[in-house]
């Protein structure tokens, strides 16, 4: 090894990579019990805290670490029992081609440095535009994630509509709409006051009476609407917001229609998911997530925008030192159309995985997660003390266990409980959110490998666990 050189030999660089194509294989052929831990910040100083290593250390040793330290006290995302959050079911073509974008480090900020790398890009963007039924000339590109999906489209809506020209300016979404949104509109100058929070209806979607009546206030004292954020699936119920009539709106009053489907909105790639999207075709601008619901390492989320002159308008800045970078028109430098000059080749994933497995595959795989929340959203209904809050809808159910008797506060008590009780065995993962300003409990199994029997024998330990609890 020449380590002032960074190099190591062919040797070297072949048994270090067998062993971690090893890990993987083992990782992804599903023999691991245990959703992995969460451990406590001191356990991990005690593992992991040591000074800048001055000389370097044998680079198997280096992996032995990560394999006893690293990987076990990190949660497996992609678990077969992991129903938490969106979980991240990614898969192994997924992390194949992340090893070869990194280690080809693929620029594909620009074309000259990565003119393959933005084709593919363009390719897959334009897969997905089709699916979600923009026109013809709609386009847009990958980001690092749904959050940055959200900013990079608000940017172009702001651009857009306002001019960047900030005051009196207002948005308009649910209150199930992600923390995202609001952070993307801090990022872009907006104040807290200039996104209305709208109360939503009684499935948790965005309310239209709501939102006419407060675009009309808002013009009669003098400010300007201008977006409406809409859900294509929330993270807390996988509640889609009404798109058609939203788009109605939106037309009407001239605002531009934003659809956070980060969650939702992959599931075109299916009948079932087409069906419950009907009218994002309508919307200005689109944010997906390949790294939720297509199966993908992170980080990969997307955005797509109707005019995507939009986005190069808002994003265009060219420094001297890119003059040689910008090449004809039609030669598409991604870096002009967001916010990142370096970008990681992240298309490669996207395109390798449905060239493998094929659209009617990965719609299949989809599929399975709207029948799995069906499945558990069964199960719950057949257990006497459990209450389904919200039906299965775009892969979530939520759900309360309510022993008869129990008094509100010890309920809630018992439900805010229930999770840590479960996920501290590391066997399965769920987490709660807050519907109504009380705790429900969430399974969100959309990963195409979760079986019923995984589902039953949650629901089963959380009955089990439920019995060790009286909560006072
Ligand atoms: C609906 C929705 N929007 C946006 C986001 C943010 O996406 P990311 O975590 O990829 O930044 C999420 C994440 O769960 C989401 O569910």
């Given at each position: ?9 062919r040797?070297q ?21 245990e ?12 593992a ?93 590109l ?6 940055m ?56 979607r ?17 400010h ?18 009404p ?102 080749f ?127």
């Amino acid at each position: 090894m020449d380590r002032d050189a960074l190099q190591l030999s062919r040797e070297q660089m072949r048994s270090l990579g067998y062993r971690v194509v090893d890990l993987l294989v083992d990782h992804f052929a599903g023999t691991e019990e245990e959703t992995g831990q969460t451990p406590s910040r001191a356990a991990l100083e005690e593992a992991l805290r040591e000074d800048l290593p001055e000389d370097g250390q044998d680079p198997h040793a280096v992996l032995d670490q990560v394999e006893e330290d690293v990987l076990p006290n990190t949660r497996r995302i992609d678990h077969p029992r992991f129903f938490g959050f969106v979980p991240g079911p990614n898969n192994f073509i997924g992390v194949l081609a992340d090893a070869l974008a990194a280690g080809f480090n693929v620029f594909s900020g620009t074309w000259i440095s990565g003119a393959a790398a933005a084709q593919v890009e363009l390719v897959t963007i334009d897969w997905l535009r089709k699916l979600c039924g923009l026109p013809e000339g709609a386009g847009g590109l990958f980001t690092s994630g749904g959050s940055m999906a959200n900013v990079t489209a608000l940017a172009a809506a702001r651009h857009a509509m306002l001019d960047d020209i900030l005051d009196d300016a207002v948005a308009y979404c649910s209150d199930q709409t992600h923390t995202s949104v609001d952070r993307a509109l801090r990022l872009l100058g907006f104040g807290p006051d200039q996104l209305r929070r709208l109360p939503s209806d009684d499935e948790f979607r965005l309310d239209l009476e709501a939102l006419t009546e407060a675009v009309a206030t808002d013009r009669t004292d003098g400010h300007r609407p201008f977006c409406v954020i809409a859900n294509a699936g929330t993270t807390n119920t996988g509640a889609v917001d009404p798109l058609p009539a939203l788009a109605e709106v939106a037309d009407e009053h001239d605002l531009w229609l934003h659809v956070d489907g980060a969650y939702g909105a992959p599931t075109a790639i299916c009948k079932r998911g087409r069906e419950r999207l009907t009218g994002l075709d309508r919307a200005d601008s689109i944010t997906l997530d390949p790294h939720k619901w297509l199966f993908q390492p992170f980080e990969i989320g997307g955005v797509l925008v109707r005019n995507p002159t939009h986005l190069r308008r808002a994003f265009r800045l060219e420094g001297e030192y890119l003059e040689d970078a910008m090449g004809p028109e039609e030669e598409v430098n991604f870096s002009a159309y967001g916010i990142q000059l370096t970008r990681s080749f992240r298309a490669l994933k996207l395109w390798m995985t449905l060239k493998v497995f094929g659209r009617q595959h990965i719609a299949a795989g989809v599929r399975r997660g709207f029948e799995r929340a069906e499945q558990a959203e069964r199960l719950l209904r057949k257990r006497p003390e459990w209450t389904v809050v919200t039906p299965a809808q775009m892969g979530i159910v939520t759900f309360r266990c309510e022993p008869n008797g129990w008094n509100p506060l010890r309920i809630d008590a018992l439900n805010r409980q229930l999770p840590p009780a479960i996920n501290e065995e590391n066997q399965r993962f769920l987490t709660k959110t807050t519907l109504d300003g009380r705790p429900v409990l969430r399974l969100c199994p959309i990963n195409p490998r979760t079986t019923r029997e995984d589902l039953r024998a949650t629901i089963d330990r959380l009955d089990a666990l439920r019995q060790t609890m009286s909560v006072s």
